[in-house]
Every structure is written in structure tokens, then in C-alpha cells.
């Protein structure tokens, strides 16, 4: 299960919500081993695709590098779906490499019809998705 803070899971909507009609992605880092989302961190889609999302190399890299010398781990990796539903997708699926972290997507298909987006968390371990609850905090 995912417990966040509802204000975080806005600012991830929102993240998705500004850079439609291109996949937004980032991660929210937690204290190792608490399994707390605590702190965003909105990436670059160095991709700039509404199909398809990768982190930039070097901006990754100096994220893991300051988690390090915090002693944080990415609790959530997330991206957004543009026209599809939040599920993992096979390239998702194999992209997948912390199998530690939960996996929220948000899909901003209904957007331009006046919808909201929609909100999900999975757990990916060796390409096995399994969705999960969420829990939202104050």
C-alpha cells in the first residue's frame, strides 16, 4: 500500500496536468528504508514525447547522487500517460528497476474533455505489476 500526502499526490497531478500533452515523470524521495514519499523532485522528459518517457542521464544521476548524501531512496517514481489509461506499460514494465518503489502513473487523457486525471500505484518486481491501494494523508 502507498501512503502519501494528498498535497504531493496535487503537485504530481499538477506536474502531469502542466506538461500534457507530453509525459511528465519525476520522483518523490523518502528517508531510506521508511517507505515515506517526502520529497518531489519534477524531472525533465528528455524524451519531450506524449508517448513516452526517459529521465535526462546526467539530471538522474545528480538526483541519486544528492539521495545518497541524504541517505534517501525513491520511494515513487511516477510519469504520466497522456492518452491512455495509469497502467504500466510494457516499455513501463521494463524500465522498471527499483523494485523497492512504487510506481504511480497518472493518466491526463480526460483533460481536454474537462475530466480530472487519474491516480495509480503499482508495485513492478521482476515485471510483475500488481496495483495497490492508496492511502492519502492530510
Known amino acids: ?47 519531450s514525447s506524449p508517448t513516452f518517457y526517459e529521465f535526462d542521464p546526467t539530471e538522474l544521476l545528480a538526483l541519486y547522487k544528492q539521495m545518497w548524501a541524504n541517505d534517501e ?10 492518452a491512455t489509461e495509469a497502467y504500466p506499460s510494457r516499455t513501463d514494465i521494463g524500465l522498471a528497476s527499483e523494485p523497492g518503489a512504487h510506481y504511480v502513473l497518472v ?4 483533460l481536454e474533455d474537462g475530466g480530472e486525471a487519474e491516480f495509480r500505484s503499482f508495485r513492478i518486481i521482476d515485471g510483475t505489476v500488481t496495483e495497490e491501494e492508496i492511502t492519502f494523508t492530510d
Open 1 to 47: 500500500m502507498l501512503t502519501i500526502s494528498s498535497l504531493l499526490r496535487d503537485a504530481i497531478v499538477a506536474h502531469a496536468e502542466r506538461d500534457h500533452p507530453d509525459e511528465a515523470c519525476g520522483i518523490v524521495a523518502g528517508p531510506e528504508g521508511s517507505d515515506t514519499p517526502t520529497r518531489l523532485v519534477e524531472m525533465v522528459n528528455a524524451a
Open 107 to 110: 493518466s491526463t487523457r480526460h
Open 73 to 82: 531512496e525513491p520511494v515513487v517514481v511516477y510519469h504520466s500517460h497522456t
